[in-house]
T-cell receptor, first 119, second 115 residues
Framework: DAGVTQSPTHLIKTRGQQVTLRCSPKSGHDTVSWYQQALGQGPQFIFQYYEEEERQRGNFPDRFSGHQFPNYSSELNVNALLLGDSALYLCASSPFISRQGFLGKNIQYFGAGTRLSVL | DAKTTQPPSMDCAEGRAANLPCNHS???????VYWYRQIHSQGPQYIIH???NNETNEMASLIITEDRKSSTLILPHATLRDTAVYYC????????????????FGKGTLLTVNP
């Protein structure tokens, strides 16, 4: 059973460019969340997708957008890249809460991340 | 989500128990305590969670104080592979719409297991 997979593993872009990161959720999961992790910091929530719609959003500008496909995979797009966008981008998947059984078993499973460097 | 406080770093000898503390004095009655860890260059990994009772699984034990204002993650026999940043996260399990709540990470505790 494959876990959460992300591609590419590393990416180098220049300021002003656009980037697309991809995520395939764990088998049986239909909810995908994206996080940004700057060096030395904990991951910060960007947004979450379920049923191909953005359900929650963190404090990130509109330059960050996403998409979820019918097969539950997801993309994170960042436009007009800034130097400060350099970070590890993490994808996490989980079943929608109502499918998880008892309350509290609200576990997100993370991929290994995509390391984005903006020069 | 309630704010958590963790020491920035801890050391532990290999084979000994590692006890990682977390303060969450503003926790609400419907908030759970979750622990994740992140080994260098990997994504965070779920360890354990609990509401008010102590919990144990194959990875660790979670001890939550009776007033729920603090908790301790216990790795009973730490190995070198347990060296990682450990995150304590407090949050409600779900919102009214049933969607999966975001995880709010702090800086965590860097646990270094020494040979």
């Amino acid at each position: 059973d494959a876990g959460v997979t992300q591609s590419p593993t590393h990416l180098i872009k220049t300021r002003g460019q656009q980037v697309t990161l991809r995520c395939s959720p764990k088998s049986g999961h239909d909810t995908v969340s994206w996080y940004q992790q700057a060096l030395g910091q904990g991951p910060q929530f960007i947004f979450q997708y379920y049923e191909e719609e953005e359900r929650q959003r963190g404090n990130f500008p509109d330059r960050f957008s996403g998409h979820q496909f019918p097969n539950y995979s997801s993309e994170l797009n960042v436009n007009a890249l800034l130097l400060g966008d350099s970070a590890l981008y993490l994808c996490a998947s989980s079943p929608f809460i109502s499918r998880q059984g008892f309350l509290g078993k609200n576990i997100q499973y993370f991929g290994a991340g995509t390391r984005l460097s903006v020069l | 989500d309630a704010k958590t406080t963790q020491p920035p770093s801890m050391d532990c000898a290999e084979g000994r128990a590692a006890n990682l503390p977390c303060n969450h004095s503003t926790i609400s009655g419907n908030e759970y305590v979750y622990w994740y860890r992140q080994i260098h260059s990997q994504g965070p990994q779920y360890i354990i969670h609990g509401l008010k009772n102590n919990e144990t699984n194959e990875m660790a034990s979670l001890i939550i104080t009776e007033d729920r204002k603090s908790s301790t993650l216990i790795l009973p026999h730490a190995t070198l592979r347990d060296t990682a940043v450990y995150y304590c996260i407090v949050r409600v399990a779900q919102n009214s719409g049933g969607s999966n709540y975001k995880l709010t990470f702090g800086k965590g505790t860097l646990l270094t297991v020494n040979p």
